[in-house]
T-cell receptor
Framework: SQTIHQWPATLVQPVGSPLSLECTVE??????LYWYRQAAGRGLQLLFY??????ISSEVPQNLSASRPQDRQFILSSKKLLLSDSGFYLC?????????????FGPGTRLTVL | QKEVEQNSGPLSVPEGAIASLNCTYS??????FFWYRQYSGKSPELIMF????GDKEDGRFTAQLNKASQYVSLLIRDSQPSDSATYLC??????????FGAGTTVTVRA
């Protein structure tokens, strides 16, 4: 069966510090991968998605970036965090080929920028 | 106009009652529709998906889709306190990307 991991689970960072969040998927190959952010009491905002190694699409202009160095690894980064970057960061995956498109979420990383 | 709209709630129902959640979407070409449940502080969990007009039942959950009216709903029968959560409606307009509603918070009171 497929599983998705995210770490760290929680993170407290000062404004202006760098960020690296990691997501890995097990039990599937060539998944589509997604990064979402959920601000407190808000809906899910799609940040990036990737259909393959090195292929990244950005949905929202911001100080965040994403990379996919391996088939089942997706990384979210920032060089300098802003207060507005606080939120619940969720990685999700779906089957890469045409199909039902159900997305499955990882456990999330709760980021607080102070 | 938002792509996916839901009543924010909160929706309060007594234990054992039916909870009815509604969702409308703007892209008439949408083909895939999903309901996620999100407990406080946790990540969303897929509970239902539906692709064809009509009803789809899974245990105490029923999803209903009406593409002509651009409307999808979720019914929770025999509501339990464990059903207290935020329910997210999601739609795939035309590619790989899900578009989410803001969610409806449901509280089941014992």
């Amino acid at each position: 069966s497929q599983t998705i991991h995210q770490w760290p689970a929680t993170l407290v960072q000062p404004v202006g510090s760098p960020l690296s969040l990691e997501c890995t998927v097990e039990g599937t190959s060539n998944p589509n991968l997604y990064w979402y952010r959920q601000a407190a009491g808000r809906g899910l905002q799609l940040l990036f998605y990737s259909v393959g190694i090195g292929q990244i699409s950005s949905e929202v202009p911001q100080n965040l970036s994403a990379s996919r160095p391996q088939d089942r690894q997706f990384i979210l980064s920032s060089k300098k965090l802003l207060l507005s970057d606080s939120g619940f960061y969720l990685c999700a995956w779906t089957i890469g080929t045409s199909g039902s498109h159900e997305q499955f979420f990882g456990p999330g990383t709760r980021l607080t920028v102070l | 106009q938002k792509e996916v709209e839901q009543n924010s709630g909160p929706l309060s129902v007594p234990e054992g009652a039916i909870a009815s959640l509604n969702c409308t979407y703007s892209d008439r070409g949408s083909q895939s529709f999903f309901w996620y449940r999100q407990y406080s502080g946790k990540s969303p969990e897929l509970i239902m998906f539906i692709y064809s007009n009509g009803d789809k039942e899974d245990g105490r959950f029923t999803a209903q889709l009406n593409k002509a009216s651009q409307y999808v709903s979720l019914l929770i029968r025999d509501s339990q306190p464990s059903d207290s959560a935020t329910y997210l409606c999601a739609v795939i307009p035309n590619d790989y990307k899900l578009s989410f509603g803001a969610g409806t918070t449901v509280t089941v009171r014992a």
